[in-house]
């Protein structure tokens, strides 16, 4: 499973926290667009996106027909979408310091991090058996293409290395448009790489 960070938007230039609602930036959108002939060992045609309008363009960039997921959204920061983190932190700093500190806090109205984060787990272990098979039957066939390809932000990627490594997910540095491998295995998952660039 090969998961993608979508193209860049204003509100990550900006430092804001993700809407969902902004689209991409048209030169992002335009280094997605070289993106698939680097994806060659992967499936091509559909694509798993979150709700993130920046995640469908992204995929249509890059050629993809998008199956939109909800459980891949970016956690919801209810009043908080759309404002600069700096802003946030100068206005209500008890509130976001406990937002930063603590994985089950949801002091913005919104989603606590550990319930996104468990959300992302619960679908990526759905498409656990689904990719396991897929990685099997090629092995028996003696190859071909299937495995799925992800567009979403940055907050499900980490969720699901979180999820695979057993580890704090807020520890990945994730860029635009960089790629991050996940491989269906045994007892888990296993990671290719994460924060790869593509040749464009």
């Known amino acids: 499973?090969?998961?993608?960070?979508?193209?860049?938007?204003?509100?990550?230039?900006?430092?804001r926290f993700p809407s969902g609602s902004e689209g991409a930036d048209p030169s992002s959108l335009e280094a997605a667009a070289r993106l698939t002939a680097s994806l060659s060992s992967f499936e091509t045609g559909l694509a798993f996106v979150s709700p993130a309008r920046a995640a469908w363009e992204t995929a249509v960039a890059m050629g993809f027909?998008?199956?939109?997921?909800?459980?891949?959204?970016?956690?919801?920061?209810?009043?908080?979408?759309g404002?600069?983190?700096?802003?946030?932190?100068?206005?209500?700093?008890?509130?976001?310091?406990?937002?930063?500190?603590?994985?089950?806090?949801a002091p913005h109205g919104g989603e606590s991090r550990a319930a996104a984060a468990e959300r992302v787990a619960?679908?990526?272990?759905?498409?656990?058996?689904q990719e396991g098979d897929s990685d099997a039957g090629r092995s028996a066939s003696g190859g071909g293409r299937g495995r799925a390809v992800v567009v979403c932000d940055v907050g499900a990627i980490r969720a699901a290395l979180g999820h695979a490594l057993r580890a704090d997910p807020a520890?990945?540095?994730?860029?635009?448009?960089?790629l991050t491998q996940l491989s269906a295995a045994r007892e888990?998952?296993?990671?290719?790489?994460?924060?790869?660039k593509a040749a464009s």
């Open 122 to 129: 619960h679908w990526l272990d759905e498409r656990h058996e």
């Open 65 to 81: 027909e998008p199956v939109v997921v909800a459980a891949l959204a970016e956690q919801d920061h209810g009043r908080w979408s």
């Open 188 to 196: 888990g998952w296993r990671i290719g790489y994460v924060n790869r």
């Open 1 to 15: 499973m090969l998961f993608v960070r979508h193209a860049s938007t204003p509100g990550m230039r900006g430092a």
């Open 171 to 178: 520890l990945f540095d994730l860029a635009p448009l960089s």
């Open 83 to 105: 404002l600069p983190y700096e802003e946030v932190a100068v206005r209500e700093p008890e509130s976001f310091a406990r937002w930063l500190a603590d994985r089950d806090a």
